[in-house]
């Protein structure tokens, strides 16, 4: 079936590591997106990719990095530098509207 | 940059009646305007989206609608039932080429027996 897979589907960090959540889609899709999701809140905006070896900022990026070496990966590595990772990370691509999304990543402090 | 705003955060009805949820947002350019359901422990899903061109879209049991001069946008549940109980967001983007997708905070929808 085709969609979007992501993993682990539980991730824990201990202080001062880099944890690399994987994203991989078989949708053929060009764009990919990262969203981190809180308690109460809505879906904001990490980093995006509109075609491979591309990538931009989005609204909360301190402390994340992303490559897109493949169309079809778009992996996240939450690094030490982000204080508060604790969270639900969902990864979505899209070929024009609307995104699709995965099931999620909830990474935890150890 | 796009504001959205969506009320309740939490909404609870008998199963059967009607559910809506509302949103407003700020940018007059927005034209896409999706909502998606979200299970426990799940990624949302697209349940339903309506363009700037149309006013109204009905798909069985879901409707939304679009006001533009007052730049909202509302999602109707009718005869609901307990598999509608979720976590509903709706969401507007303005078609620019990075397409991003502004998202409301979420309204909880319980169903109640």
């Known amino acids: 079936d085709g969609g979007i897979t992501q993993s682990p589907k539980y991730l824990f960090r201990k202080e001062g590591q880099n944890v690399t959540l994987s994203c991989e889609q078989n949708l053929n899709h060009d764009a990919m997106y990262w969203y981190r999701q809180d308690p109460g809140q809505g879906l904001r905006l990490i980093y995006y990719s509109q075609i491979v070896n591309d990538f931009q900022k989005g609204d909360i990026a301190e402390g994340y990095s992303v490559s897109r070496e493949k169309k079809e990966s778009f992996p996240l590595t939450v690094t030490s530098a982000q204080k508060n990772p604790t969270a639900f990370y969902l990864c979505?691509?899209?070929?024009?509207?609307?995104?699709?999304f995965g099931d999620g990543t909830r990474l935890s402090i150890l | 940059g796009e504001n959205v705003e969506q009320h309740p955060s939490t909404l609870s009805v008998q199963e059967g009646d009607s559910a809506v949820i509302k949103c407003t947002y700020s940018?007059?350019?927005?034209?896409?305007f999706p909502w998606y359901k979200q299970e426990l422990g799940k990624g949302p899903q697209l349940i339903i989206d309506i363009r700037s061109n149309v006013g109204e879209k009905k798909d069985q049991r879901i409707a939304v609608t679009l006001n533009k001069t007052a730049k909202h946008f509302s999602l109707h549940i009718t005869e609901t039932q307990p598999e509608d109980s979720a976590v509903y967001f709706c969401a507007a983007s303005n078609g620019n080429r990075d397409d991003k997708i502004i998202f409301g905070k979420g309204t909880r929808l319980h169903i109640l027996p």
């Open positions: 940018d007059s350019a927005s034209n896409y």
């Open positions: 979505a691509s899209s070929q024009g509207r609307p995104q699709h």
